[in-house]
């Protein structure tokens, strides 16, 4: 009778299941893989039976046979270990003593009693090298089973306290003792380091003044912020350099711009291991450019793991540029701030398309002017600085900024911006306030506060999440179509005022984003050569999941897109 797994099933059933896998997982299966396979299925019915123990079940149980229980209990073994060999992609045991046969049973049994139970959540350890196909295959078949534990335990977790809930494993770097933005999780089992990409409430969590779980590794401008808003013990914040590689515990770490909020930055950590370079990149948050996939520590090298910024990585968010965004509402402020309305000024034929009438009368404006125009510019803590400069620079006026905001603009080391920024409300006429306050109601509440020094006020809610294409596209495109056609267009014209705007209040919602467009995760991706991409963000939707699993899939068959040398836009 044919040996049944601790699941029930044959070995041969598990082998057909394994056939069919591969079948699913690659596109065009290598027939001579599967017959191979198929064929050897008798050959390890044999095998299993002549084994007088299970092949390699539980690694602490007491029929684990003596040369695994020692490999795994003795550290200088684990050490020793041929890491860029052939290895089981769950256990990382070597398969150098074993058959192809023994492998794919070890592998099998593996999966069958793949719990768990020692840390808070278990570190991913795929191989260094992926030596076959089957590998492949249990690779993708563990990696669900990651996700599948990770969404479990955290429905599991929603009633406990943040810091003893489970951390995924997407933010612990393999074969590195290494956390990224997850410190809401307290102390973490075998993390030594706890990396920040940047300083934005959802990545810094569970930071606070009585923080003692370990270093925290950052750029200037983050540890600034760290050290005065949070208060964090100095001796805990470890600033790291911009664009140079440091050593920490044989682990190269390199800062590179994230194009983020300031003092955000991507982390690559490279480790050698066994004569072979590992290599991840953690993006964090980050609005992507040539200028990444450029740099010196970037270009031309293999990534075996992408953590990335998946914010926006569906096919409806072809958001237009930065700079084009800040153009278009550097010149609208230019024009509202005329004191004698121009009929031909696009800005007022968009308004009067939109069925607003202008800011005041014809007559009254051309005996006393429209008055002076206030501009206020929706911002978190900290970001979309960038729109806020743009603006003041094309009007030439200082920025007026609370006391809160000026004390975290002083820590991020921006001369311009300091030069700017101001206490004096009336001496400014832009306005930076938070993007709550940006409605018709509030804005206009806002302006009563400074007449008659004011008149008129333009509000600007600057994110992403405003965008909708006035295009019909495709909803399954080519990897060449979105790279060559679908970067938009961004003007004057393209900015509509949101309802609620009146004669004296116009509201604007702009798709101003500092994370990347789908668009340019595509440019992006497919300028690098790597081995896996791991999503971060719209993660716990086994849907969302499979859908940016598919895209990623098309990005790796088209790697080697080329960048040119200079290349500031996409």
Known sequence: MPRKSSRGISVSDALKSSTSILHFFSKKPDPEAIEKIADE?????????????????????????????????????????????????????PFSRLSDSEALIHVNQCLDHLEPVKSQSPEFLPPINIPSAFTKIMLN????????????????????????????????????????????????PDIDGYFLSHFHSDHYG?????????????????????????????AFVVRLPMDKTIWIEQIGVTCIGANHCPGS????????VQGRWVRYLHCGDFRANPLQVLHPAIKGKWFDTIYLDTTYLSSKHAFPAQDDVISATSQICLSLSKEIVDDDDPVEIARREAGIGKFVSQKTASR???????????????????????????????????LYKRRICACLEDPELLNLITDN????SVHIT??????????????????????????FRPTG??????????????????????????????????????????????PYSEHSSFRELTCFCCSLEWGRIVPTVNVHSARSRDSMKAWCNLWKKHQGYHVYDGQRQW
């Open 41 to 93: 299925a008798t050959i390890i019915e044999e095998i299993v039976k002549s084994k007088e123990t299970p092949l390699f079940q539980d690694h602490n149980s007491p029929e684990c046979s003596i040369a695994e229980s020692e490999f795994y209990q003795d550290p200088e073994l684990l050490s020793q270990r041929d890491i860029s060999a052939p290895s089981c992609p769950i256990c990382s045991y």
């Open 368 to 402: 006393n002017g429209r008055g002076r125009l206030l501009v206020i510019v929706g911002t978190y803590s900290i970001g979309k600085e960038r729109i806020v400069m743009g603006i003041a620079r094309a009007m030439r006026s200082k920025i007026f900024a609370p």
């Open 141 to 188: 078949r563990f990696e669900d089973k990651q996700w599948q534990f990770t969404t479990e335990r955290s429905r599991a977790d929603r009633s406990k306290r943040s810091y003893l809930r489970s951390c995924p494993f997407y933010k612990i770097m393999p074969h590195m003792r290494i956390a990224v933005d997850a410190f809401k999780f307290g102390k973490i």
């Open 434 to 459: 938070t993007l709550r306050e940006i409605r018709a109601e509030t804005s206009l509440e806002y302006l009563e506060q400074f007449k008659p020094h004011f008149s008129r006020i333009v509000a």
């Open 206 to 234: 569970g930071l606070s003044s009585s923080w003692t779980h370990g270093k925290i590794y950052c750029s200037d401008i983050t540890a600034n912020l760290v050290l005065q808003q949070l208060r964090v013990a100095e």
């Open 265 to 272: 930055v991507l982390f690559l950590f490279e480790k050698q």
């Open 465 to 510: 999440w405003t965008f909708t294409s006035s295009k019909r596209r495709a909803e399954n495109p080519s990897v060449e179509t979105i790279i060559e056609k679908w970067k938009t267009p961004y003007g004057i014209g393209d900015l509509k005022p949101q309802r609620g705007s009146s004669a004296t209040v116009t509201v604007y919602g702009v």
């Open 425 to 428: 409300p009336i001496e400014a």
